[in-house]
């Protein structure tokens, strides 16, 4: 049986046309499972129209595969996170950002927010790491940097299905 899954699908530019692409499973005679890419040109459309021509065959893509979308895993901790991050994003930056980074986690985000659920990262939360880093006598160019490697971290983390607190979603909790 193939598995379920939610496609969001792959959009470039060639030349002038726009090209979607998306994967299909198909089921072999031997009982194994096939996956092919599959693609459709939109000749002379601009990207937003084009975009909105290929979401119907990604609806029914879907809709084939009675795939869902992926659930939020939402018991997870920033601790959690940034192990997933060194492991699969950190191993590609450069020696000299990756040594910067891992200074940024030991000294300034696992201690202050490691132990914290993803979930929890409101807006409110945020704004006290920042004063907190603020009042430790740092300077503004090293607390954008410390930001800068926890903004990669949770945009990870929301890629790989975690439940991040997102502004939108920050602000209607904070002024509910």
């Known amino acids: 049986m193939p598995k379920r899954r939610f496609q969001k699908g792959t959009f470039v530019k060639r030349g002038e046309n726009w090209v979607g692409m998306w994967r299909v499973d198909t089921?072999?005679?031997?009982?194994?499972?096939?996956?092919e890419q599959r693609s459709q040109t939109f000749l002379g459309l601009s990207e937003r129209?084009?975009?909105?021509?290929?979401?119907?065959?990604?609806?029914?893509?879907?809709?084939?595969?009675?795939?869902?979308?992926?659930?939020?895993?939402?018991?997870?901790?920033?601790?959690?996170?940034?192990?997933?991050?060194r492991e699969h994003v950190a191993v590609s930056l450069k020696p000299s950002t990756r040594r910067s980074a891992e200074s940024h986690l030991r000294r300034h985000i696992l201690?202050?927010?490691?132990?914290?659920?993803?979930?929890?990262?409101?807006?409110?939360?945020?704004?006290?790491?920042?004063?907190t880093l603020a009042s430790g006598q740092r300077t503004a160019q090293t607390i954008e940097?410390?930001?800068?490697?926890?903004?990669s971290?949770?945009?990870?983390a929301r890629?790989?299905?975690?439940?991040?607190?997102?502004?939108?979603?920050?602000?209607?909790t904070t002024h509910s």
């Open 111 to 131: 201690p202050l927010l490691g132990g914290s659920p993803l979930a929890d990262l409101t807006v409110k939360k945020m704004q006290t790491f920042v004063t």
């Open 27 to 35: 089921l072999q005679p031997d009982g194994s499972v096939r996956r």
């Open 49 to 85: 129209a084009a975009r909105a021509a290929f979401q119907p065959i990604l609806d029914a893509v879907n809709a084939a595969n009675h795939a869902t979308p992926p659930v939020p895993k939402t018991s997870d901790t920033v601790a959690r996170a940034v192990s997933d991050w």
């Open 153 to 156: 971290i949770l945009s990870s």
């Open 159 to 172: 890629k790989w299905g975690y439940k991040v607190q997102t502004r939108k979603t920050a602000r209607k």
């Open 145 to 151: 940097n410390v930001l800068l490697t926890l903004s």
